[in-house]
């Protein structure tokens, strides 16, 4: 059974960096990608990046140019760097991978980023 733990969250002033990082344990696969979601209590979870297969990486428009997602594709972690952080950016942020067509799920850390 594969699973993802976070680590890394906390709280942070606006304009403050944290990094966050995963790591899929329990398969002895190479997974095929990997990205981050958000989530604010009582909103939809939202998608933030994603790094592909040949180290693609993709972002949502919210986060470019301030997060960058990087994977280390033999250990299976995947970390996400965040710089000039906003309130906007508070939420739960969960890593997930997939894997054979499969998606699996971390339990989330807490980013908090104070005005």
């Known amino acids: 059974q594969v699973q993802l733990v976070e680590s890394g969250g906390g709280l942070v002033q606006a304009g403050g960096s944290l990094r966050l990082s995963c790591v899929a344990s329990?398969?002895?696969?190479?997974?095929?990608?990997m990205a981050w979601y958000r989530q604010v209590p009582g909103k939809s979870r939202e998608w933030v990046a994603s790094?592909?297969?040949?180290?693609?990486?993709k972002y949502d428009a919210s986060v470019e140019g301030r997060f960058t997602i990087s994977r280390d594709g033999v250990k299976n972690t995947v970390n996400l760097q965040m710089n000039s952080l906003m309130p906007a950016d508070t939420g739960y942020y969960y890593c997930?991978?997939?894997?054979?067509?499969?998606?699996?799920w971390g339990n989330g850390t807490l980013v908090t980023v104070s005005s």
């Open positions: 997930t991978a997939r894997l054979r067509g499969r998606d699996y």
């Open positions: 329990g398969t002895r696969f190479s997974v095929d990608s």
């Open positions: 790094v592909l297969t040949g180290a693609i990486r």
